[in-house]
């Protein structure tokens, strides 16, 4: 698969007859379904649990939200606010997140399966001991992210700042970092089996050999 074939997938798949909600509220224990929301204001609000399947989120202002349970199956969030979200327990299928602001936001022992990222701010972002199967983060600024000891497998960092990011303890089945910014990545010798590199990046990571290059 090409580095072009991978940037136009598109994991979730929106019903042509998806409700439009005019009037939406958000309660604890929340099941929705088929639904777009736009422009909804859920700033630093708390909830146990949430579930959202087949819907379309854009334009939402979402930051400080914590949920200690929520599951996303089948959603698209466009142009959305999710700064300083804080999740406990994140299963994620099928999710598509587009020119979002992600930063400071905290998924660690994650599920996140056929996701991708796309335009989005995730600096401070957090995933660690999260397990990360089939997903593309594309043009997305991914500075000091935290990724320790996830558990990584066909994911595909396109045209990504991951400057100061944390991989150690991390294990890898095709990660590709190639046109990737991986200056100053705090990852182990040991981790970085599984991960494909351009020699331009060798420089980066040379260091793991307690060498230096003149």
Not at 90 to 101: G, N, P, T
Not at 111 to 134: D, G, P, T, V
Not at 138 to 146: F, H, I, K, P, V
Request: aromatic share 10%; proline share 0%; glycine share 4%.
């Amino acid at each position: 698969m090409t580095t072009k074939d991978i940037k136009n997938i598109h994991f979730s798949k929106m019903e042509k007859n998806i409700k439009k909600s005019l009037d939406f509220t958000m309660v604890d224990e929340g099941e929705y379904e088929n639904l777009e929301l736009d422009k909804c204001d859920f700033k630093n609000t708390s909830f146990n649990i949430l579930e959202f399947k087949d819907c379309h989120i854009k334009n939402c202002n979402l930051n400080g939200l914590k949920v200690s349970k929520l599951s996303l199956i089948n959603v698209k969030f466009e142009n959305c606010d999710l700064a300083n979200i804080e999740t406990k327990e994140l299963y994620a299928k099928k999710v598509d997140f587009e020119k979002c602001r992600m930063t400071g936001l905290i998924s660690n022992e994650a599920i996140l399966a056929e996701m991708s990222y796309r335009n989005c701010q995730l600096k401070f972002s957090q995933f660690r001991f999260s397990k990360l199967k089939y997903v593309l983060f594309d043009n997305c600024s991914l500075n000091e992210s935290d990724f320790y000891s996830a558990q990584m497998a066909k994911i595909f960092f396109i045209n990504c700042d991951l400057t100061k990011s944390e991989m150690s303890k991390t294990k890898h089945s095709e990660t590709d970092l190639r046109t990737s910014i991986i200056t100053g990545m705090n990852i182990g010798l040991e981790n970085l089996k599984g991960i494909t590199i351009d020699h331009s990046q060798i420089a980066d990571l040379v260091w793991l050999l307690g060498v230096n290059i003149i």
